[in-house]
């Protein structure tokens, strides 16, 4: 009886920890920048430590710090050193875990630029971070020590910080979701022009549910990093601009996808703001973007499809939703059958009780006849065949979706639960 009184006391004490882990217990108000390497090919990779970067304040989240928000294509786990006790996780996607799935990886070795955002640590601390393969298992770790005291942590944005504009200010960055608006091919001479169009994707963004009636959890600068040349690079037609992260079209030779590697200057521009979450904005009318959980978006600011391909892109970056629409027969080398996607917007059906099951009508045929009443074809919910690039085997929660079309005037049920979970796990006290 004795045993079984202190193994339950040590069993409370164990639980009373671990509930009552606050930011404080662990942490200081500012943010640890860790730059990494992803190196290799379709058959090995790697991570190596880059840099090691302070900045002055921590803007991402205080509470549920040891969970993670999506599962993402990898994931970050920060443990005290001490205890062993994990203080804060989060996940991501990056453009070398799309690049391995590509042709070109699997003759050539590549190294990608990947910075994340940590809570600075009291004490030392391990950080790893592991790179996940479609089938979620993991094929490259690093784990590294992280001493809060070490004198080659880089100091950043204590000056010559951005020159920058806050769009919406709704709260300190200790409540609220910072979202940066960095300019990219704009230059000194067009900086109005920058800020015109940060505040149209600023609307774009909040005339969508649910960012709309959660708009008072948020806060948007606009950051006027300038660019030596105005535009941004076009590959394929010999266009090569000095912009300010180095954007380009054409990635992986994919004409409309627009991205960047130089994801250190990124971070360098907005050294000494509070951001979590980024929207590249890039000064061209060529049509083109791209967005990566937890990395950033990248959109042009000057095409006609402009609004609906920037809250396209954030869906991806900020909620991790996946691409609805379909163009090939065959199995897309990132969505085996196999495996249910991470993504909360499409299935394989392997668990689809995980996904919007319970918003399924009873009875509901799949695949589901698409809807032709456009009244419907946004929020009838169904098992509608073709998602995550492939036309079989793969399927989407409704006949269109801003995840789909730029037609389309907002996100479907599914997918405005998904962003209002994340929104709510950021921000829920």
């Not at 070795?109 to 950080?127: A, M």
């Not at 990566?292 to 900020?318: D, Q």
Request: charged share 25%; proline share 6%.
């Amino acid at each position: 009886m004795k045993n079984l009184f202190v193994a339950l006391i040590l069993c409370f004490c164990t639980s009373y920890s671990a509930f009552s882990q606050s930011f404080d217990d662990y942490f200081v108000d500012k943010t640890l920048r860790v730059d990494y390497l992803f190196t290799g090919d379709a058959n090995h990779q790697d991570i190596y430590l880059d840099e090691l970067c302070s900045l002055p304040r921590w803007a991402g989240r205080r509470q549920r710090l040891s969970e993670l928000p999506l599962e993402g294509n990898g994931d970050i786990t920060v443990a005290d050193k001490a205890t062993g006790t994990v203080i804060y996780r989060t996940s991501f996607s990056s453009l070398f875990q799309e690049w391995v799935s590509e042709d070109e990886a699997k003759h050539v070795k590549r190294g990608f630029e990947n910075t994340f955002l940590l809570p600075f640590p009291k004490q030392p601390v391990t950080v790893t971070v592991r790179l996940k393969d479609v089938y979620h298992k993991p094929v490259a770790s690093l784990t590294h020590e992280v001493n809060p005291g070490d004198i080659l942590i880089h100091r950043r944005g204590l000056e010559r910080i951005t020159p920058h504009r806050y769009l919406l200010e709704s709260g300190p960055a200790t409540d609220c979701i910072d979202v940066a608006i960095l300019a990219e091919g704009y230059t000194a001479a067009e900086m109005d022009v920058f800020y015109a169009d940060a505040q149209k994707a600023c609307d774009a963004l909040f005339a969508h549910e649910p960012f709309k009636h959660l708009k008072s959890r948020f806060n948007v600068v606009a950051v006027g990093s300038p660019s030596d040349d105005s535009g941004v690079s076009i590959p394929r037609e010999a266009q090569w601009k000095s912009t300010a992260v180095s954007s380009h079209f054409d990635t992986f030779y994919s004409d409309r996808y627009l991205t960047t590697r130089r994801v250190k200057d990124i971070h360098n521009w907005l050294a000494g703001i509070p951001y979590e979450h980024i929207i590249i904005l890039a000064n061209t009318d060529t049509y083109g973007g791209g967005g990566i959980y937890n990395s950033y978006t990248l959109t042009t600011a000057h095409h006609p499809m402009f609004w609906p391909v920037v809250v396209h892109e954030f869906g991806h970056s900020f909620a991790g939703l996946a691409d609805e629409y379909a163009y090939d027969e065959a199995p897309s080398a990132q969505y085996p059958y196999s495996v249910e996607p991470w993504e909360q917007n499409i299935t394989t059906l392997v668990d689809f009780d995980s996904k919007w099951k319970d918003l399924l009508p009873e009875g509901t045929p799949v695949p589901t006849p698409l809807e032709t009443d456009s009244a419907t074809i946004y929020t009838k919910v169904g098992l509608y065949e073709g998602g995550g690039y492939t036309l079989k085997g793969i399927y989407r929660p409704t006949t269109e979706c801003r995840m789909k079309i730029n037609e389309a005037p907002r996100f479907c049920p599914v997918c405005e639960r998904a962003i209002e979970r994340v929104i709510r796990f950021y921000t829920d006290k």
